[in-house]
């Protein structure tokens, strides 16, 4: 499975921005997909995760309300950011759970500042 993730960038405190993930490969076989953020100098920590089927949800509660994780067919995850702060800032990186392997994209940058 490879994950290509797009949407990152600059934005002011407040703003939005929705990132992409686009799954190529054995999709077949995956069964969750999600965010992760790596803000610089610490460690890499879960944003927001959801079953393929959509039925399991479920968000880091620093991000709760504000952020929007949507997964369509196995091959495409976004997430939804609003209301961005600037501890927000970090690299953000897609993932995908198939059976016994986590699979990782390279990371897309959001920078939230003024």
């Known amino acids: 499975v490879q994950l290509v993730e797009s949407g990152g960038g600059l934005v002011q405190p407040g703003g939005s921005l929705r990132l992409s993930c686009a799954a190529s490969?054995?999709?077949?076989?995956?069964?969750?997909m999600g965010w992760y953020r790596q803000a610089l100098g610490k460690q890499r920590e879960r944003v927001a995760t959801?079953?393929?089927?959509?039925?399991?949800i479920d968000y880091a509660d620093s991000v709760k309300g504000r952020f929007t994780i949507s997964v369509n067919n196995k091959n495409m995850t976004w997430l939804q950011m609003n209301s961005l702060k600037p501890e927000n800032t970090a690299v953000y990186y897609c993932?995908?759970?198939?059976?016994?392997?986590?699979?990782w994209g390279q990371g897309t940058q959001v920078t939230v500042s003024s």
């Open positions: 490969g054995s999709v077949f076989s995956i069964v969750r």
């Open positions: 993932n995908a759970l198939g059976p016994g392997r986590l699979y």
């Open positions: 959801s079953t393929t089927s959509g039925a399991g």
